[in-house]
């Protein structure tokens, strides 16, 4: 019996530091937040940039129509884009001046809230796209600080039609 104690005491005493730390750690905030946002990502297009392929490939950039609503009550942001039919994908803000938009590092959508990319407002800017303009959809893979990546196919529309 003595050799069983002693041959179980040093794992014994192993878990219950380990436990005491990691309890410690967590008590003081290393072990982070558990952050929970849902978002749904409807009305993605990308129009056309022009009827014609010549006409198109003079367009460095295409800008988007996406409605971002999040379904939490966290505040999330739209920190990245990216597709395999841009060589860049930047996010913008228009500041209502007559003055090109701002490339920002990140959108807010806010909890219960809803962000409306288009051209005319804050937007998601493919630049110096591949030709896309002869397909159904282009696919646009979003980041978001919290609820992760989202990938969604947008409709190709026509020019300046969300």
Sequence with gaps: ???LLRAVAGP???AAVVTGLLAAWTGAGGGGTLTRVS???TQAAVPMRAFTARAADEV???ATFLTIQNLSGTPDELVAARSSFARRVVLTRRDGSAGPP???GALVIPAHG???L???GDDLVLQQPSPYESRATVPLTLTFRHAG????EATVTGPGIP
């Design 1 to 3: 019996m003595r050799d």
């Design 12 to 14: 014994v005493i192993c």
């Design 39 to 41: 978002l749904r990502v």
């Design 60 to 62: 460095p950039a295409a």
């Design 102 to 104: 701002a490339q920002v």
């Design 114 to 116: 809803i962000l409306t």
């Design 118 to 120: 288009s051209p005319v």
């Design 149 to 152: 990546t989202v990938t969604v």
